[in-house]
């Protein structure tokens, strides 16, 4: 694999113990974990444990730091790193994080980071969230919604990362990163993204808005439900995406018991063309009228 390919790895889902826990597996490009698609099965075969990573990462001599790096996310990602080694390991990625000027070095950091799932990481992370690399910023927002905790997490950071015009995928997940950990505000940042031009953006804020039953995401999420899955145009979304985004759209419907969305539910089990799609909704359809 080229280098080029190698420093924009994209990161793990960050919604999975979320009940919107269905919202990222249709927007692959942003949202889907490659630390588990990228190579977590496939390691690099070094023979080298993370005491030996690290060492490399704080050498001195070292000529390619982000390779240790790499192979280091990828390390803690497929194996348990002993507990009692998690604060070690978590105050030498934070210093190699300030040293550095590479970019891609700060972004393996900070996706072996949130791969622990550890506060310990949150004073790295709050800081990526201003990193000057998007990925870096990316990966930050994603590992802090993965997080058990809302404490100690700069909020305001990612507020401002959803209103920022120029990465629609950043704005994407830092919606899913306040909706993840039930911010107060997540009605009021994502309603009016359901007007963006982009495509995902605008499908994310109206499964975001489910569990909240908000009317102003039934028509986005007409449109959704309305998606062909035939379609081979250049960006856009495959037959498998569309039917991905369907049976999450149904599934938080279900969690959700929006009894609102049953004429549209009654209209996608009797009109979809995808049998996978037409069974979940029979199935919602029955928690819904019940």
Do not use: C
């Not at 790895?9 to 490659?34: D, F, R, Y």
């Amino acid at each position: 694999m080229s280098e080029q390919n190698v420093g924009k790895v994209p990161t793990k889902k960050i919604l999975e113990k979320s009940p919107l826990a269905g919202i990222t597996v249709p927007i692959l490009i942003v949202l889907i974990g490659a630390l588990i698609v990228f190579g977590v099965t496939k390691m690099l075969s070094t023979g080298k444990d993370h005491r030996d990573l690290v060492d490399e990462l704080n050498s001195k001599t070292f000529g390619n730091r982000w390779v240790a790096a790499y192979e280091l996310s990828k390390f803690i990602a497929s194996s348990k790193i002993p507990k009692e080694d998690i604060p070690w390991v978590i105050e030498n990625l934070s210093r190699v994080y300030f040293e550095t000027v590479d970019a891609r070095t700060r972004n393996f950091v900070v996706l072996a980071l949130g791969s622990m799932n550890n506060p310990l990481s949150l004073p790295v992370l709050n800081k990526a969230l201003e990193d000057q690399d998007p990925q870096v910023q990316f990966n930050a927002v994603t590992s802090i919604g993965n997080m058990p905790t809302t404490e100690n997490i700069e909020w305001n950071k990612i507020d401002a990362l959803i209103t920022q015009e120029q990465d629609s995928g950043l704005r994407q997940v830092a919606l899913l990163a306040i909706a993840a950990h039930n911010r107060p505000n997540v009605e009021e940042k994502a309603i009016p993204l359901l007007q963006a031009s982009d495509r995902n953006l605008r499908h994310a804020a109206a499964i975001v808005l489910i569990s909240h039953k908000r009317t102003e995401a039934i028509p986005v999420l007409i449109e959704i439900m309305g998606l062909k899955y035939d379609v081979a145009q250049a960006n856009e979304l495959n037959g498998a995406q569309s039917e991905a985004l369907k049976v999450n759209v149904l599934e938080n419907i279900e969690k959700s018991k929006w009894n609102a969305l049953v004429n549209l539910v009654e209209k996608v089990e009797a009109d979809d063309t995808n049998i996978k799609v037409r069974t979940k909704a029979k199935q919602v359809l029955k928690v819904l009228k019940n």
